[in-house]
């Protein structure tokens, strides 16, 4: 992916609310795209030299309305195919978080913001290093959890993986609550997302899952 620089970045983006849907720089995910609005939205994209959508988590606020969270993450659309029906299956790659400022009135049938990047610049540099990590553990307490949720991987492949690589693809694949997806998407550290996904895990294999669900 050609590298997007500090001076790049827009002022304004597009945004997806997608509840669940975690973006990571330098991570990649993959969209299914057939809403009307969300179609407009890949096209208009695809005209930009960034090409930059941002990927940001509705939520509730105390009042019981749905707001969207302040920090989400941009990603630049790398990958594209049309179907024959009209659908389009994209892939952005995770560029950089942003924090909202507010969102924009006008004609598109799409939401789109003003953000800033400022507290995020770590974000376009190379892949984060994690020093503390116990390999070791880690993948011990992510077998019980695979164990106890009927799930299955190629162990092998991440007992080799870069500890970036490691971290943010199971961040961003595991099914986690939305809320928790958050907390990992703001972790300002790989190491902090390191120990906020553990937490998590810790969690749901003492049961944390049925007692949020009651």
């Not at 620089?5 to 995910?29: E, T, V």
């Not at 959508?53 to 594209?80: N, Y």
């Not at 553990?137 to 870069?162: N, S």
């Amino acid at each position: 992916m050609r590298m997007i620089k500090s001076c790049d970045l827009p002022a304004q983006i597009p945004l997806f609310p997608l509840p669940g849907a975690l973006l990571l720089p330098r991570g990649r995910l993959p969209l299914h795209i057939f809403e009307p609005r969300y179609l407009q939205m890949i096209e208009d994209c695809l005209k930009t030299p960034q090409r930059l959508i941002g990927m940001i988590q509705p939520c509730r606020g105390r009042d019981g309305c749905e707001k969207l969270s302040v920090i989400g993450c941009a990603g630049r659309l790398t990958g594209f195919s049309e179907t024959e029906d009209g659908r389009y299956m994209i892939t952005l790659s995770g560029v950089s978080r942003f924090r909202l400022q507010q969102e924009l009135e006008g004609f598109s049938p799409y939401r789109r913001a003003e953000v800033a990047w400022g507290d995020f610049e770590r974000d376009l540099g190379l892949a984060e290093h994690d020093p503390g990590f116990d390999r070791d553990a880690f993948l011990e307490t992510l077998a019980r959890y695979f164990h106890a949720q009927g799930l299955d991987t190629d162990w092998e492949a991440l007992k080799d993986a870069e500890d970036e690589f490691l971290i943010n693809s199971l961040s961003m694949l595991l099914p986690l609550e939305a809320e928790d997806k958050q907390a990992l998407l703001e972790a300002p550290s790989l190491a902090t997302r390191r120990e906020t996904l553990v937490t998590l895990l810790e969690f749901v294999l003492r049961g944390g899952l049925e007692e949020r669900q009651q």
